[in-house]
């Protein structure tokens, strides 16, 4: 294709530019019913109650903290085990019938804690049953039928979708918080896990579905005539194990210690008050995170985006492993929250720009692969720290280390390849010959 084609390309992409951010287009639609069901999944629920069921589950079975982190790891390394093939089942299937399944064995399974007994094996096979289906329940389950309503606002799409979970970041700590001191941990468990039945199984059985004429991404050819990259093609490119190993470092990191946070800063003379507030201050953050990654990736280079929210979580590592006060706490989690909301929006916008929407659901799998790999990496290990020495301190300073150089690491990624502007010409394509079904 020669370049009067591209430039056609780009031109017919802009003029669907409109259409994208109409309040009328049926694509917003999807893309906030899935963010409301998104706040009922693995990504809200789990995560950011776990860190306050810490202190009762020790004080209820005398477990120390290097085990109920261990539960977490259970989660962590079966959603990682399972996300390429939940991946591939969403691109084969489409999101509806994979999604509405795993919601409700995610909530039965998140409720069933609520019987919980001091046998071990009982809190790590839970959590493996909640890992497996976990990442349908969140963002990547979602992501896929999002994507395809959008090419020109796709950044800032996928950043309202991610707001879902941010919002239920910032609700979940307090709710969970006051909850147990009402009610006890038990019964908290039980009325969390009825959240994904009674919210998340209507939105997406009215409203998740992909767009009726999405360009099939398997018709989008290269200038030099060749398929759109197959999975393990995508496997051998160096923007994907950049993109991996990034997010591998940013998670062990970041998803660790927001598991650990309530405890940390409990154990500094904080309240436990304060510290709920402290962990629902960054879902808070992450929204503002999410929303302005999303405008920044539609009008800057993805990578440099990305390097910004590395360095911003060192920042926000380096603050913590330091605060002793209510306010270096909150500083903190207000770095670590923006920076983790972006990061989330940076993996499957990159996806999609460098391989397409044909095997999105199924990279999105690897990559989520490497990440709950190091969520319960970070999660054990900062457990491990804390039993061996009683501080959280040393650990913390590694981390943000690492951290600063996954984003100079990202100085290493390319350019986008031609592949983004003849999918934003068959996108655009498509969008007028569909006109009339999503009118």
């Known amino acids: 294709m020669g370049s009067a084609g591209l430039e056609s390309g780009f031109l017919m992409a802009l003029g669907n ?53 261990t539960a ?9 085990l399972c996300s390429p093939g939940l991946g591939w089942l969403l691109d084969r299937f489409g999101p509806r019938r994979i999604v509405i399944p795993c919601v409700v064995i ?49 950044g800032m799409a996928l950043a309202v979708l ?35 039945l009674l919210v998340a199984v209507p939105l997406v059985s009215v409203f998740l579905r992909e767009k009726p004429s999405a360009p099939n ?3 989008i050819v290269t200038a030099k005539g060749e398929d759109s990259p197959k999975v393990w093609a995508a496997l051998r490119h160096r923007a994907f194990w950049i993109l991996a190993l990034t997010l591998f470092l940013a998670a062990m990191s970041t998803t660790g ?19 709920a507030y402290a962990v629902a201050l960054v879902g808070a953050s992450s929204v503002l995170g999410r929303l302005l990654t999303g405008w920044l990736l539609d009008h800057h280079f993805g990578p440099r985006v990305n390097m910004l929210l590395l360095f911003t979580t060192a920042t926000g590592l380096l603050v913590l492993s330091d605060a002793h006060s209510i306010f270096t706490g909150l500083t903190a989690a207000v770095l670590i929250g923006f920076s983790m909301g972006g990061e989330s929006d940076v993996t499957p916008y990159l996806l999609a720009r460098y391989f397409g929407l044909r095997t999105l659901g199924t990279l999105y799998g690897f990559t989520w692969m490497a990440y709950a790999f190091a969520a319960a990496l970070g999660s ?11 501080s959280y301190g040393a650990l913390l300073i590694r981390l943000a280390l690492l951290v600063f150089l996954a984003g100079v690491l990202m100085l290493a ?17 498509s969008d007028e010959a569909s006109e009339t079904l999503i009118a």
């Open 106 to 154: 995610f909530g039965v399974a998140f409720a069933s804690l609520s019987l919980l007994t001091n046998n071990r094996v009982q809190l790590f096979a839970t959590f493996v049953v909640i890992g497996a289906v976990g990442n349908a329940t969140a963002q990547m389950g979602y992501a896929r039928a999002v994507s395809t309503w959008f090419f020109e606002h796709r």
């Open 380 to 390: 054990v290990l900062l457990g491990k720290a804390f039993d061996s020495t009683g």
């Open 17 to 69: 530019s409109t259409q994208e951010l109409s309040a009328g287009y049926p694509g917003w639609r999807v893309t906030v019913a899935s963010a409301v069901a998104s706040m009922a999944g693995f990504g809200s629920i789990l995560i950011y109650s776990f860190g306050i069921f810490l202190k009762p589950l020790s004080l209820e079975f005398g477990w120390t903290r290097e085990t109920i982190a």
């Open 257 to 275: 210690i927001v598991t650990h946070l309530s405890a940390l800063l409990t154990d500094r003379g904080i309240s436990r008050t304060g510290a």
């Open 413 to 429: 990624m390319p350019r986008y390849s031609r592949r983004s502007v003849l999918e934003a010409r068959a996108f655009a394509e």
């Open 162 to 196: 991610m707001v879902g979970s941010a919002c239920g970041a910032i609700i979940v700590p307090v709710i969970t918080q006051q909850l147990i001191a009402s009610v006890g941990w038990r019964a908290t468990y039980a009325i969390l896990g009825a959240a994904p």
């Open 217 to 219: 991404p398997a018709t």
């Open 72 to 80: 977490f790891a259970c989660a962590s390394f079966t959603l990682g």
